[in-house]
């Protein structure tokens, strides 16, 4: 199966994504404090690349990985392509702690740096064309992401709102059940009260969630750094085992030069 190595990743990605997220939209705090890399829990370095702090952060990796894997799997192996991925990631998170110590690190872009690195000089011309596509594509796309996100927390605020009528309502017609001494209605409505509260306690848990989960991103350190280091080892991976690879950059150079000399003659 062709680029059967990107769509592995980005199935742990978007399924880790999914599982530590659930109904949340956002991953919560607890999972990204667990498993983000930390120098004092060094074994996150290897699951810290598989989480994302929100929808648009994901889809945006998700989205360069396909576009660079697909380049980069043309000339690499599966082991290459995954020691290229995970050691981009580790040498990234190490420079990462060293920088900034004592802040938790997420998200793939700095391994997918590693790949584009390796797309980059199995084929530039194609992988420039692909990374110029992504630029376009990416704004519109993270768009919608956060339009429907919107939309989701707002019908969530307008259900709370609604459960919260329901709430006063039921409150009052048990006041009137008592006075009247239904004791039967009584117990009734309180079983109704019960299960309103408990589906507006589940809103209000989503929404926190939403808003934190917002709060966030908007916090969130980017760090360009780190995607350096990551494009960098991939560099050093072809250094010392595929430099077959980087010696066919001259001739992709001709072959551009050639195209434009033609182009311009016609």
Known sequence: MKAKDTASLCLLITLAYLV??????YIPWQYLKEYGFLLSNPLTVFSYAFLHISPTHLISNLLLLVLVGVIAEEKISSKEYYAVFFSSA???AVVFALLVPNTILVGASAAISGVLAIAFFVDFKKTIITVLIFSLVLPPVTSVINTQVQHYYSSLVVEKQ????KQKTIEIEISKAVKENNT???????????KIIVEKQKKEALTTAIEEGKEREKQAVVMQVVHVAGALTGVVFLLLFRKDILINIPE???DLLNHVFIQRKT
């Open 252 to 254: 992709q150079f001709e």
């Open 184 to 194: 039967a209605l009584v117990e009734k409505l309180h079983e109704e009260k019960q």
């Open 20 to 25: 530590l997220s659930k109904d949340y939209v």
């Open 162 to 165: 609604s459960l919260e009528e």
């Open 90 to 92: 580790i040498i990234a």
